[in-house]
Each structure stands twice: as C-alpha cells, then as structure tokens.
C-alpha cells in the first residue's frame, strides 16, 4: 500500500506507537510520520506508508 494517512493521535499513544499499530494494520514495515508528538498532546499526525515515505522527506525539510 502507497499512501498518506491524516491520524488524529490521541492522549496517551507516541508517535512511535501510532506507526506501530498502522504498521500491523496494513502489513507493511514501510511506515514512518512527519513530525513527533509528545504522547500527552493529542493531535494532527501525517504518516505516509510505502513509496509516500519519499514525499514525506519533502514535508520535514520544509519550514512549519
């Protein structure tokens, strides 16, 4: 799967642990996420599976 999931992380779960559950959710190891937050903020949280990982190189050198 090639993609660009908007996850909206709840209190509670890292970042790490959001790419972890999409991970075994989709079977695929190619998962990563533009940006960490802090597992007790909730929030917006990009993660781009298989070839969107490329893309997202694009998002992180970009200014917020």
Do not use: Q
């Amino acid at each position: 799967m090639n993609g660009i999931l908007v996850v909206n992380k709840p209190k509670g779960y890292t970042s790490r642990d959001i790419v972890n559950i999409i991970s075994k959710k989709f079977n695929t190891k190619k998962v990563g996420h533009t940006g960490t937050l802090d597992p007790l903020a909730e929030g917006v949280l990009v993660v781009p599976i298989g070839r969107a990982l490329k893309i997202a190189e694009l998002f992180i050198k970009e200014r917020k």
